[in-house]
């Protein structure tokens, strides 16, 4: 089945602690990005990529860190997590820029 | 900047009525536009893509316009359904900049059985 998958789906933690979510999709897609969604702004983009070891900023890219070594994953990490990283995170692929994107379903992040 | 507009907020309407939904974008240098609708703590369907030069698509009771010239795209559902009620969410593809995407605050319909 073509998807996009996040691991984890839910996560609280500290304040400081790095942590990584992964993003993963089986359906050869060039393009992959990463959204927040927050109530009363809706979603922003973070990072995209255009393809292995392409990458750049969205308009959210302070706090965050991404990389492109394979086609199919594209990481999202947080070095120093802080309380206002506290969001609903989602992944999405695309073939190529020009196509429909899909998007995973999304991981919970709570940053205390 | 590029600012992505969707009125109303909120709808609400009975089972059966035909809708409209609007999405207006600020610069018109844009690459495609795309629907999605999101149910309640879920992710996003993609609903409908139309790329900058075509007008509209179709896909059973959705169809999407667009008219880039004036910033403007519609979503119309017709002979709405309790099952449609979501929250419907356009993107723009940004012509140049390496397809940054810019998404709308959302309608969030809720059709009466």
């Known amino acids: 089945e073509a998807q996009v998958t996040q691991n984890p789906r839910y996560l609280i933690t500290v304040t400081g602690k790095k942590l990584t979510v992964t993003c993963s999709q089986n359906m050869n897609h060039e393009y992959m990005s990463w959204y927040r969604q927050d109530p009363g702004l809706g979603l922003r983009q973070i990072y995209y990529?255009?393809?292995?070891?392409?990458?750049d900023k969205g308009d959210v890219p302070e706090g965050y860190k991404v990389s492109r070594k394979e086609k199919r994953n594209f990481p999202l990490i947080l070095e120093s997590p802080s309380p206002n990283q506290t969001s609903l995170y989602f992944c999405?692929?695309?073939?190529?820029?020009?196509?429909?994107?899909?998007f995973g379903d999304g991981t919970r992040l709570s940053i205390l | 900047k590029q600012e992505v507009t969707q009125i109303p907020a909120a709808l609400s309407v009975p089972e059966g009525e035909n809708l409209v939904l609007n999405c207006s974008f600020t610069d018109s240098a844009i690459y495609n536009l795309q629907w999605f609708r999101q149910d309640p703590g879920k992710g996003l369907t993609s609903l409908l893509l139309i790329q900058s030069s075509q007008r509209e698509q179709t896909s059973g009771r959705l169809n999407a316009s667009l008219d880039k010239s004036s910033g403007r795209s519609t979503l119309y559902i017709a002979a709405s359904q309790p099952g449609d009620s979501a929250t419907y969410l356009c993107?723009?593809?940004?012509?140049?900049?390496?397809?940054?995407?810019?998404f709308g605050a959302g309608t969030r319909l809720f059709v009466k059985a």
């Open positions: 993107a723009v593809r940004r012509e140049t900049g390496g397809f940054k995407t810019i």
């Open positions: 990529s255009m393809n292995v070891e392409v990458t």
């Open positions: 999405a692929s695309s073939f190529q820029g020009s196509q429909p994107q899909h």
